[in-house]
């Protein structure tokens, strides 16, 4: 079996030395570096070549959002990049927005119960984004302040989002139709839930679920599930 190869950058000794020893419970992880400080992290990333850095996002002298966009700058598409998991006390929106727009791959608090950080590494390890449940819903709560317009078309929603890209908020896109188990589906996304757990809560094949999966990422023209949270977090698509 191969280990998930991970990196800590955290400038608190206690924090990262409670990671470390948490995370090496499991036999499955390995740590490979660890770093107090984002020019060292940098480095230290650059050339052990994690499968995952979880990434302060408080570093003293360059806080890890920065850090995060220079080190996926210098991925070049490359599908072994490093995946990064941003762990935080910031539990507002504009960071997390900030953080995935950078390119971060999940984010996590770290007052996180030790199952859920494993269960973060292990679907960020896998390619898909895990937010954390409290984060999420601080999100949502922000982006139902202003909700989409809504329309029933048969069985079917339709919604109306803000353009993402939008610095002013208040460019919309075209409408996206999703059927309702399409939006349980994105729900579950948007919470971090891998295709097996969400086929599991739903009572349905993972392979069901790719199928919706895709066809989300199609309808949100979204090209990961990364970027199909991000996009329902700030229009409200699911809540």
């Not at 890890?64 to 991925?75: C, M």
Request: charged share 25%; proline share 3%.
């Amino acid at each position: 079996m191969n280990k998930i190869r991970i990196a800590l950058i955290e400038d608190h000794d206690l924090t990262r030395v409670g990671i470390r020893t948490a995370l090496l419970q499991k036999e499955e992880i390995e740590i490979v570096g660890e770093a107090a400080n984002a020019a060292e992290g940098l480095n230290m990333l650059k050339m052990v070549q994690p499968d995952i850095a979880i990434v302060d996002i408080g570093l003293p002298d360059k806080d890890g959002i920065e850090l995060t966009r220079e080190l996926k700058a210098t991925a070049n598409g490359n599908e072994l990049e490093t995946k990064v998991l941003i762990l935080t006390l910031q539990d507002n929106k504009e960071a997390v927005l900030a953080a995935f727009a950078a390119g971060a791959d999940s984010y996590c608090m770290k007052d996180v119960k030790f199952d859920n950080l494993l269960e973060a590494v292990r679907v960020t390890y896998n390619g898909n984004a895990w937010i954390d449940p409290a984060i999420a819903r601080i999100v949502l709560q922000q982006a139902q302040q202003n909700p989409p317009k809504t329309a029933n078309v048969s069985t079917e929603r339709q919604f109306v989002a803000s353009n993402p890209d939008s610095t002013d908020g208040q460019e919309t896109i075209d409408p996206y139709i999703l059927t309702e188990r399409e939006l349980e589906v994105l729900q579950l996304i948007v919470e971090g839930c891998s295709n097996a757990l969400i086929a599991e809560r739903l009572y349905i094949t993972v392979g069901t679920v790719k199928t919706h999966v895709r066809n989300i990422l199609n309808k949100l023209c979204a090209d990961d599930r990364t970027q199909a949270a991000v996009r329902a977090l700030r229009s409200g698509l699911v809540g």
